[in-house]
């Protein structure tokens, strides 16, 4: 049996196959372009602050038990659950709903805005339920050998599901509640999944009974860069190499077979088998130059948003924020309507805070807090030009403290932000899309770019632009699926 296996970066999707691989007697090197593993999952730690730069809570906790099950370890790090999950708050009010899984306390905060709240409630979770148990293990949790096989298991689902496919989430939302207030807070699951309630597809409802029902959200002690910490030290553990600063560009190949992957430097690496966790579709057409992944088609393919992510160390403390936050603005439906298209700045827009440093002390010095703000923007293909990121950053602090009824600009010792511009250079991230390809019906499934190559045998691919798609959870699946194939 082959043994020596090459992956291409160490995002969680790698860094899970590798594992499974490792434990299985498999040979494994990483190559990874930056200077630390982890992909988007990484970490910023500056002047006695530590900020996660991408996710900084994650779901589908038994996903992670059974790779730990299927690699025969324990689990390496910490994680509590969140409740509340997280807090949303609407401009304009001074009120801050706390999302709870306790549908009673959840309900108590509804009854001025959706007096039957805990009815409705009810029924839309019990909807995202059977959504979740009638599709999962078919369409999500298992490899497509051709399209007519994955249509075929398709029909296996419940037709009474069926007429979901016709919706968007913010219509599936709006069966079952009236007040713009709680069809807004349950649709904005939507946004991790990178695009916004009203181009999402109903079927990803099943996300809510995750959310609040089934198995809610997690912090991990410490900050989300501990899930890369541990995963890297089991892997050393079983004599796994890492090799940093390392971007492929180039390769040779022998008939259907991939013989050698040659970085920036011109440095070759041989294996008998390759795992590619750059983005599927990216890495085909930029260093495989396959026609049917052209800058030109991949233009016309449908891709997530664009993130500005920017980090913000403060030398005050702030008791009146939790540590997972929503602010919505009033022009929530204008704003998610437009956020892909949009090129311009849209002021007060929605956006997310983490104050990492509210549980984790040691991610900020002593009377400090460590503030990571995330806000969905237009990608690289309709807003090229991110001269105005400044601007944008003032105004989303201008906005979040008036929100919060403290002033922290004067505040501010550390200061970095990421725009899409940076999403693409330094995680190779095709036009800055935050999560690769996006989950239309035409992207997902067997749609999606196989995670097997089209031309090399020995050839594999995992992480969020492969099957199933993108979120922590899913590159856990896509590592197993992928195992599947290779093994």
Same mark, same amino acid.
């Given at each position: ?18 594992? $499974?691989?490792?434990? $299985?007697?498999?040979?494994?090197? =990483?190559? @990874? ?9 990484? *970490? ?6 530590? =900020? ?7 779901? /589908? ?13 324990? /689990? ?32 108590? *905060?509804?009854?001025?805005? @959706?007096?039957?709240?805990? *009815?409705?409630?009810?029924?839309? !979770? ?45 219509? *599936? %939302? ?53 899930? +890369? ?30 013989? +050698? ?6 440095? @070759?690496?041989? %294996? ?10 990216? =890495? ?55 956020? /892909?298209?949009?090129?311009?700045? !849209? ?21 400090? @807090? ?70 239309? /019906? ?5 749609? $999606? ?25 899913? %590159? ?5 699926? +992928? +195992?599947?194939?290779?093994?």
């Amino acid at each position: 049996m082959s043994k020596k296996v090459l992956i291409t970066g160490t995002g969680l999707g790698g860094l899970s196959t590798g594992l $499974r691989l490792a434990s $299985r007697g498999y040979e494994v090197t =990483f190559v @990874e372009k930056n200077s630390k593993a982890g992909g988007r999952l990484n *970490q910023i730690k500056k002047d006695g602050f530590t =900020f996660d730069t991408g996710p900084s809570f994650f779901s /589908m906790t038994y996903e992670f038990d059974e790779l730990i099950k299927d690699c025969g370890i324990d /689990m390496p790090f910490e994680f509590v659950e969140l409740d509340p999950l997280y807090t949303v708050n609407f401009r304009g009010s001074d009120k801050s709903y706390r999302l709870y899984k306790d549908v009673d306390k959840l309900a108590e *905060q509804f009854t001025d805005v @959706e007096p039957d709240f805990k *009815q409705n409630f009810t029924a839309y !979770l019990k909807k995202c339920e059977q959504v979740y148990n009638d599709t999962v293990d078919i369409a999500i949790k298992q490899n497509f050998d051709s399209i007519p096989q994955y249509l075929k298991a398709l029909m296996t689902v419940n037709p009474k599901h069926l007429p979901i496919l016709l919706k968007s989430f913010w219509k *599936q %939302a709006g069966r079952y509640f009236k007040s713009k207030e709680v069809r807004q807070i349950v649709s904005l699951i939507a946004f991790f999944l990178g695009r916004t309630p009203f181009d999402t597809n109903a079927i990803y409802t099943l996300l809510s009974h995750i959310e609040f029902k089934h198995n809610g959200y997690y912090n991990v002690k410490g900050g989300m860069y501990n899930v +890369v910490e541990g995963l890297v030290k089991e892997l050393e553990k079983l004599n796994c190499k890492f090799i940093y600063n390392t971007e492929i560009v180039d390769y040779k190949h022998e008939g259907d077979s991939l013989t +050698v992957l040659i970085d920036q430097n011109g440095n @070759e690496f041989t %294996a008998d088998k390759y795992v590619i966790n750059s983005d599927a579709a990216y =890495f085909r057409g930029k260093v495989f130059n396959r026609a049917k992944f052209s800058d030109k088609r991949l233009s016309k393919m449908s891709w997530t948003m664009g993130y500005l992510t920017f980090y913000i160390g403060i030398n005050q403390k702030l008791p009146q924020v939790e540590h997972h936050n929503y602010f919505l603005g009033n022009n929530y439906e204008d704003y998610a309507k437009n956020v /892909m298209k949009n090129p311009g700045t !849209l002021e007060k827009p929605y956006y997310y805070v983490n104050v990492l440093s509210k549980h984790n002390a040691d991610c900020a010095p002593e009377g400090n @807090e460590a503030l990571f703000f995330v806000c969905p923007v237009p990608n690289l293909i309709f807003k090229q030009d991110w001269s105005d990121k400044d601007d944008i950053i003032d105004s989303i602090i201008e906005d979040f403290s008036e929100r919060i009824g403290t002033d922290i600009s004067k505040s501010v010792v550390f200061r970095e932000s990421y725009t899409p511009v940076e999403w693409q250079k330094e995680f190779n991230l095709y036009k800055g899309a935050g999560l690769g390809l996006s989950h239309s /019906m035409l992207q997902i499934g067997a749609l $999606r770019p196989n995670n097997y190559d089209e031309k090399f045998k020995n050839t594999f691919y995992v992480g969020a632009s492969t099957i199933p798609g993108a979120g922590l959870p899913m %590159a856990i699946i896509s590592s197993k699926l +992928v +195992v599947e194939r290779l093994v």
